[in-house]
Structure formats: C-alpha cells, structure tokens
C-alpha cells in the first residue's frame, strides 16, 4: 500500500508553503555566475516569467513542491505528459502507451531514438533505467510515489522499457508522467540514498539552466531538442518576495507573465483592467480540491446523521461570493470536475443551504435547541481563505439552525496542525488537497482506504487516518481495490459510481470548492497555456 503518512505529511508541507508562499532558500550556486535577470527588451525574444515561488530543490528526485516541480517540468521530458487542458497522457519520451500483461504487473514501453541529455550523453532505455531507480533509491520526498508501486525496472532493449509493479495498478501510467519522473543524464548523476544535486539540472528538455541565483533563474533554449523548439528564444524567471511586489512588478510590465501566487483580491484587481483590455487573464479548471475532513470518532460526529448535517448546511455557492470572489467552482464530489467519472451527487442530496435538512438530520440524531449539537472546525494558521470560509460556515449555523448546531472555530500553526490531524485531535477541520498525479484514485485511495482498522475502532492505519477522518469500511476497501486492478476504463467508471455514492451516504468529508488556476500576461505576449497539473508551459509562449 502507498505510504500516505509520509505522503500527507509531505503534502501538508506543501500546502503550508503555498499558503505562506515561502519556501526554503536554495544554496547558491558555486559552478555558475549569479546575477539578478532583469525584464529583457522586447527585441530579443526572450520572455520575463514572475513568480513568488522560490524552488527548494532542482534535484527531479527530491522535488515535491509546485515550485521547484514547474521549473523542473519545464527543463525535461518524461516517458508520458498531458495535452494542456487535458487529462489524457500521451507519450513523450515513449513513442506509445505501454503494453500491459495480461495480469496487470508488466508495462512494455517503446522509447524514443536520437535524444541526447544537454551534456551530449545519448539518450536510451538504460538511461530511463538510471532516471528510475536513481528517483526510487535516492530516498527524496517524492520517492514512495513509485517505490510502493515498482518491483523492478529494467531496459530490454536499446529503446524498450520493461517495469514490474507489485500489485496491479490501472492508474501506472499517469504517476510516469509526474515531473520528476524525468529523463536526467546518468553522467549528471548518481544513485544512492541523499545523492542530490540540487543546484544542477542536465535533462533532455526544450531548455537548460544557464543561471540559477537566489532570485532568479536563466533558460537556454537547447539546440540539440529532439522535439518542437520553443517560440521564444529563452526564459528568465523572476522570483519574487511577496505577492505584492510580484503583482506590483506586473502592473509596472517588469514581468511579461505573472504566475503563482497572487492572492484573491490581487487576482480580481487584475481581472478587471484585463476586461479593459490593459493585459490579459487566463484561466484554467485546477485540480486542487478544499474540503472538510469529519472526524467519526468524535462526539458529536460518531453520529452519520450529524455529520449529513453538516453537509446540508454548507451553502458553497456563498463561500465562493464571499470568501473567493468567485475564484473557484462549487464541488460536489470529492473527485473534481476535471475527470469525466465525477458525479455532483452531494448536490443532488445535500444541496446548499438546506437548512430545513440539517434541522432534520439533528433531530434524528438526537439533538435539539435545549441540547444542541457542538462541533468545532479546525485550520492551519495563516490561510485567510479558510479562515473566512469557517467564519462564513459559523455564522450559517448561528443564523439560520434555530441554536440546534453550534459551531466553535479554531486555529493552530501549520506545522502543529499537520502533525496532530492524523492522531484524531480535531473534530472537523478545513484543508486542501494537491494532487501528485493525475487519475481519480489520487482522490479517493488517500481519503478513504484503511489497511488496519475496524466498524468499532475506526481506522487505527491508513490514507482516513492520515486525513483525520478515520473512516473505516470494508466494502470501501474492496471498491478500491477493484478500480486499481480494472483496465477498462468503463468498468472502472461504475467502481467510482460506487465509491462516490458510499462518500454520499457515510460522509467522512464534505467536497467545498475546487481551484481555478489564473495567470496574466501582458498584451502581445501570446499561447500562455498551463498543463493540468498546473504547470505553466514556457515552451509555448511568444511576444
């Protein structure tokens, strides 16, 4: 099973450092001049990207944040990648889908001829070997992702790949296009545990690093690139301090693209002079969800009937008027709108705002003016969004329930609140969901699956526990199971049906709110597009 301990915390570490859009300093680079990159003149065809993410890491094996992962995406090539605005991978390095044995555990992958790494070395099978085992026994943050997955991995030939997995996975193919499951130059790197390098980054991508410094970053296009040259004749990356200056630094037209992350009221300011024509605003479907975690070994929350209280009560389409400046799109299932197995079935039941239910649901549990139902709604500090977004749900509870659900809104550091979620201390509680590869199993394995638990106890080891809703059910588990191992992709949609309509009724979380993804470009800078793992693509963009 996948290790989602280590997974969540991990991911929770992410997310708090988006939240405070900091991150940790990369070293300085010794081997490469640093200079501070300025906005180029528009002559020469380079393009000025601005953005308050500062990468931990250029080292694919060690990267688990948006930061370093879009500069690393944007600097190799992976075996399969996604057509922007698409879920559906296709092959890159690999010239097709894999072919998979009868009994799911053997992917065939034909690779690529006439690729060389930006150090001259050839590209080949053996070379996506190395890529593969290095990601898997350097031990870095992401590592489990294909450590839990991959018995073995071996080139059988010049250009085939041959990959064993442990237990069948259907969904295999789109962890193989994580960013930093990338090609890298066995001449660049070695394997072994902690061997990172990450101040270097030698692929096979469009570009190569020619700078990396504190506050910025140089690309080169690649000559030597196997596949379409980019439009523009390089990037230079600006790493900003705040939101405020990154926004300031675009308003001022110092960066030709501004991505990542400007906050709510910034991205609205720069909406409206784009409806005015001063620049322009992209937008793309996200694939982060926010949701609320309910924790069934609580009181009052043991009972299903509360926690389906909770569920009517939540009035989405407010949240996204007031606390997101309708920023975002109301969800309804816990698997996003991005994949064609999602069903709006808490819609259908729950609805929003339906007070009437909740008062119901309340009643039935039990409870009533005289003895009211008491449940507090955690957060990790410093997230203004989740902290209006409790404050919203409180106030519903305290104006429209009749005094039968009273709800107490609590806060605590981030890095406490990571820690202690999966010891079962918080009732309900506010969180985001950053997915690591694209397939609905991302959202559904890490939230309900339990390897050891039980109808009493509740799950005592597993993706729930780590969650915080220590959701326990047997028949949950064997519907997972199931989806991993089916192949057709019709099959597997009615085993999602399934999943998603048990969530509806047993309601361990409440889906909330799915992200858009907003970047601004300035006039005459054109074919600014982002992948689906919202990677913003530099290869394409022009002026």
């Known amino acids: 099973m996948k290790q989602w301990g280590r997974m969540t915390k991990f991911l929770s570490l992410f997310c708090l450092c988006l939240l405070l859009v900091v991150s940790c300093t990369p070293k300085q680079q010794t081997n490469t001049p640093s200079t501070g990159v300025v906005n180029t003149p528009a002559g020469d065809g380079r393009i000025t990207i601005g953005t308050t993410g500062k990468p931990r890491t250029l080292d694919p094996a060690d990267a688990y944040e948006l930061s370093s992962l879009g500069l690393i995406f944007n600097m190799s090539d992976r075996l399969y990648t996604y057509e922007p605005g698409s879920t559906e991978i296709k092959p890159q390095l690999a010239t097709a889908l894999p072919k998979v044995s009868a009994d799911g555990l053997t992917y065939t992958i034909p690779i690529r001829k006439g690729v060389v790494f930006h150090d001259g070395t050839p590209f080949n099978a053996k070379a996506m070997e190395f890529s593969i085992q290095r990601f898997i026994e350097n031990k870095g943050k992401?590592?489990?992702?294909?450590?839990?997955?991959?018995?073995?991995?071996?080139?059988?030939?010049?250009?085939?790949?041959?990959?064993?997995?442990?237990?069948?996975?259907?969904?295999?193919?789109?962890?193989?296009?994580?960013?930093?499951?990338?090609?890298?130059?066995?001449?660049?790197?070695?394997?072994?545990?902690?061997?990172?390098?990450?101040?270097?980054?030698?692929?096979?991508?469009?570009?190569?690093?020619?700078?990396?410094?504190?506050?910025?970053?140089?690309?080169?296009?690649?000559?030597?690139?196997?596949?379409?040259?980019?439009?523009?004749?390089?990037?230079?990356?600006?790493?900003?301090?705040?939101?405020?200056?990154?926004?300031?630094?675009?308003?001022?037209?110092?960066?030709?693209?501004?991505?990542l992350s400007l906050q709510p009221d910034q991205i609205r300011s720069l909406e409206e002079s784009a409806k005015k024509g001063d620049w322009q605003a992209i937008t793309a479907q996200g694939s982060v969800v926010s949701y609320m975690t309910l924790n069934r070994n609580q009181k009052p929350l043991d009972k299903v009937e509360v926690r389906q209280a909770m569920a009517s009560l939540i009035d989405r389409p407010l949240l996204n008027a007031r606390v997101l400046y309708s920023q975002a799109d109301p969800l309804y299932s816990m698997i996003p709108t991005t994949f064609n197995v999602s069903q709006p079935l808490f819609k259908d039941k729950y609805g929003d705002g339906n007070f009437e239910q909740a008062k119901k649901s309340l009643v039935a549990a039990g409870f009533s003016k005289e003895n009211p139902a008491k449940v507090q709604i955690w957060y990790p500090a410093s997230s203004p969004t989740r902290s209006l977004a409790a404050q919203t749900l409180k106030s519903l509870a305290d104006t429209k329930m009749d005094g039968m659900l009273q709800l107490e809104v609590k806060t605590v550091e981030g890095a406490t609140f990571y820690k202690e979620i999966s010891k079962g201390l918080y009732p309900a509680a506010l969180l985001d969901w950053y997915p690591d590869f694209l397939d609905p199993d991302n959202y559904v394995q890490p939230f309900l699956a339990c390897e050891k638990g039980s109808v009493a106890k509740g799950c005592e080891e597993g993706g729930s526990q780590t969650q915080g809703s220590f959701y326990y059910s047997e028949a949950m588990n064997k519907l997972i199971d199931q989806q991993r191992k089916e192949q057709n992709p019709e099959a597997r949609k009615k085993i999602f049906a399934d999943i998603q309509a048990q969530v509806l009724t047993d309601v361990p979380y409440i889906p909330l709110w799915q992200n858009k993804d907003y970047v601004f470009a300035q006039k005459g800078v054109n074919n600014v597009k982002l992948d689906p793992t919202q990677n913003l693509i530099y290869k394409t963009i022009k002026k």
């Open 142 to 259: 992401p590592s489990f992702l294909l450590s839990d997955t991959i018995a073995s991995v071996k080139a059988t030939g010049e250009d085939e790949l041959t990959i064993k997995l442990k237990k069948p996975f259907a969904a295999f193919p789109s962890l193989l296009a994580f960013s930093g499951v990338c090609a890298v130059s066995p001449t660049a790197y070695e394997i072994g545990a902690g061997k990172f390098k990450p101040n270097i980054f030698v692929g096979t991508g469009a570009y190569k690093l020619a700078n990396y410094g504190t506050d910025s970053l140089r690309f080169d296009v690649f000559d030597k690139y196997w596949g379409t040259k980019p439009e523009n004749k390089g990037v230079n990356v600006q790493i900003q301090t705040s939101p405020v200056n990154l926004f300031n630094a675009f308003k001022t037209g110092a960066v030709d693209v501004a991505y």
